[in-house]
């Protein structure tokens, strides 16, 4: 299928099924975060940079495939880590990066893991108008995989809530 199509056939389906919690859930207003392009740049020689989607659909399974390189988004409640409570690392499931650390998850009853602050220079954001709305984009700086996006509504300290798809992280408990 092509990707477009498959795109807003997906599109569709999130829509249809769940569309009032999902759209409520990402709907809040959009965190005022602009483009920053610093943690991308730092990682512009990154060989991860250098995959083909050939290499991506090999890495990949589907799901992640479709939300990391397609910027798609899972269906909300079917991540096993919206429920992880243990201590340790989420990590990039595409290129292993650090990208969030245990104490800064929390559950904001959206249906996906949720983090009120990421580890320093692990993301890059940017604008995205797909849902007839402004929102703010998060991805891996390391290999631009999209992991989902920020809004102003998270707890304290930073008040912002980082809405990732599960599919798109991986979890490394911390070591006793």
Not at 82 to 92: L, W
């Amino acid at each position: 299928m092509q990707p477009m199509i498959r795109h807003l056939i997906s599109r569709r389906l999130f829509l249809a099924s769940g569309s009032a919690a999902a759209l409520t859930a990402c709907s809040s207003q959009s965190a005022g975060a602009s483009s920053d392009s610093a943690p991308v740049n730092a990682y512009a020689e990154s060989e991860w940079r250098d995959l083909t989607v050939a290499d991506w659909e090999k890495r990949l399974s589907k799901d992640a495939f479709y939300v990391l390189r397609q910027e798609g988004t899972e269906r909300p409640f079917t991540s096993p880590l919206n429920d992880e409570k243990r201590d340790g690392v989420f990590h990039c499931a595409g290129c292993d990066l650090a990208l969030f650390t245990s104490d800064t998850k929390y559950d904001s009853g959206t249906g996906w893991p949720s983090f009120f602050d990421v580890i320093e220079g692990a993301v890059g954001t940017k604008p995205d108008n797909k849902l007839w709305m402004e929102r703010t984009e998060y991805h891996c700086a390391r290999c631009l995989g999209h992991q989902g996006h920020v809004f102003n509504d998270g707890p304290a300290p930073t008040g912002l809530r980082y809405c990732n798809n599960g599919v798109a992280l991986t979890f490394k408990p911390a070591t006793v």
